[in-house]
């Protein structure tokens, strides 16, 4: 039978406290909903269908790269009801799963089990929890079989002793969605349209209930509040901190690391404590990442070091190189073999080729260097006029002294030399040397000013 899921996030989310819709808040810098369409979609569904409601056009456009159909649900009036919602866009043939925006963890196994329960009828995922207050309960008969869910706010004292709880998420085949639902009422304490009573429907007819838990709990864990958002996103992080080390990654902290998107490495890497790394990351072999650095969608080559506090983006960094402390490379940056960036240098759109040094305090915008250049402390290339970007081109072997300013667009040819504190304007030839700075005047027998005495 083909699968088709259904996912409600039509929810406000009044708990989150926040402007924006709870399904979009972040979760290893994803949104939550994110989270649940991929697990959605390592099912191969024939058909996503998301029910949105509050916030509805931003969700819908912050997720648009998913080719998914969005459902409208303009009153939030209970969870059967959002299902209902979807129901003529799915075909009757086919087993649907229903899903929730906000319990973003759920894994593809738990939910590929669950589904095989559902060809036939129902089946309900449920998990056994220290405290159920709060959620729907598992009514069983002295056989054990499952009879039906009673909500927490309908629920009688001793029914509420259950810890048997509903996770939300179950399977059904389509027909009986389409044939149940239109018939659930609102004739409880929350005047809501239940989705767990088709459950009872389907058993008062005779037919068999299944129910299956999930394989952890922390897949069936809800987000209502941004205290249960960071318990997720702690444990979210500490398992992939574990995966990597189980993958040879020596990790100095397993609390102190946060991927926000996807990290490979090569073996024997080492990463020390904060790190952040973002996007997608590759470390070669032997990389070694410094505490407190950033990495967003960067490359790095195997033996390099990441010197602490560094922040890069868009980087391509080669092999045996060294970079910081301190130092910050932003989108273009690309560096050979052997490169060198030292403390509180920025680089932007600029290329360094093999063995070339820029130690200290610089600013390299715009610019493509060859092989073997050093480049003095405190340099900068002026790259921006104010109005348009211009190039600096420095051939191998150039060597500019201690703060100097290259006034963009320029070029240095192979082995050019640029004296100390020059301010160069015009391009200089091969091994030509640069000077442009005031000349020297030492004055001899000058008086040092002494203390002024004052008349009182
Ligand atoms: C629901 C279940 C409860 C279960 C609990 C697990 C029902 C009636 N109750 O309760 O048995 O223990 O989840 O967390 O199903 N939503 C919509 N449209 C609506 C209503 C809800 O899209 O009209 C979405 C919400 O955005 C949310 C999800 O459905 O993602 C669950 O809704 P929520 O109000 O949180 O249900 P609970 O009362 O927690
Ligand atoms: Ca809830």
Avoid at 70 to 97: F, K, M, N, Y
Avoid at 253 to 265: A, F, K, P, Q, Y
Avoid at 280 to 304: A, H, K, M, S, Y
Avoid at 416 to 424: E, K, L, Q, W, Y
Wanted: charged share 20%; with cysteine.
């Amino acid at each position: 039978m083909p699968l088709e899921v259904i996912i409600l996030a039509a929810g406000q989310g009044t708990r989150m406290n926040s402007r924006l819709p709870k399904v979009l808040h972040p979760l290893a810098g994803r949104p939550l909903l994110e989270h649940v369409i991929e697990a959605a979609l390592c099912l191969q569904p024939a058909a996503v269908h998301v029910v949105i409601g509050h916030g509805a056009e931003q969700v819908q456009e912050q997720l648009a790269h998913f080719a998914v159909n969005w459902v409208i649900q303009r009153e939030q009036l209970g969870t059967g009801h959002g299902v209902l919602q979807a129901l003529p866009a799915v075909s009757r043939d086919s087993t649907v799963l229903v899903l929730y925006g906000d319990v973003p963890l759920i894994g593809p196994d738990t939910l590929a089990s669950l589904v095989a329960m559902a060809e036939v009828a129902p089946a309900l995922l449920t998990a056994r929890v220290a405290d159920p207050a709060g959620y729907g309960r598992i009514l069983r008969d002295s056989a054990g079989a499952l009879v039906g869910v009673v909500e927490h706010k309908d629920a009688s004292e001793q029914q509420r002793r259950i810890d048997e709880i509903n996770t939300g998420l179950l399977a059904a085949p389509a027909a009986d969605l389409m044939d149940y639902l239109p018939k659930v009422g609102n004739d409880n304490k929350q005047g809501e349209y239940y989705l767990p009573d088709i459950l009872a429907m389907a058993v008062a007819e005779g037919r068999a209930v299944s129910s299956c838990r999930a394989a952890s709990e922390i897949e069936v864990l809800g987000v209502n509040d941004r205290v249960q958002l960071n318990q997720l996103e702690r444990e979210y992080q500490r398992r992939q901190a574990e995966q990597l080390m189980r993958a040879g990654v020596a990790v100095a902290d397993i609390n102190r690391l946060d991927i926000r998107g996807s990290v490979s490495c090569g073996v024997d890497v080492s990463v020390d404590v904060n790190v952040v790394f973002e996007g997608e990351v590759n470390l070669g072999d032997g990389v070694v990442i410094g505490p407190n650095c950033v990495l967003r969608d960067v490359t790095v080559g195997p033996g390099t070091t990441i010197h602490a506090m560094s922040h890069l983006q868009d980087a391509d960094v080669g092999e045996r190189c060294s970079v910081g402390p301190f130092a910050r490379l932003r989108p273009g940056t690309v560096l050979a073999a052997g490169a060198k960036i030292g403390n509180f240098v920025e680089t932007k759109n600029a290329q360094l080729g093999q063995g070339s040094k820029v130690n200290h305090l610089s600013y390299i915008g715009d610019c493509v260097m060859g092989d073997g250049v050093n480049i003095g402390a405190g340099t900068i290339t002026c790259n921006y006029d104010g109005v348009n970007k211009h190039r600096t081109e420095i051939g191998a072997g150039v060597f500019v002294g201690s703060n100097s300013t290259l006034v963009a667009p320029l070029c240095i040819e192979e082995n050019g030399f640029v004296a100390a504190g020059s301010t160069v304007t015009k391009s200089v030839g091969k091994e030509e040397l640069a000077v442009s700075r005031s000349r020297q005047r030492n004055i001899q027998g000058w008086q040092r000013p002494g203390k002024r005495q004052t008349e009182d």
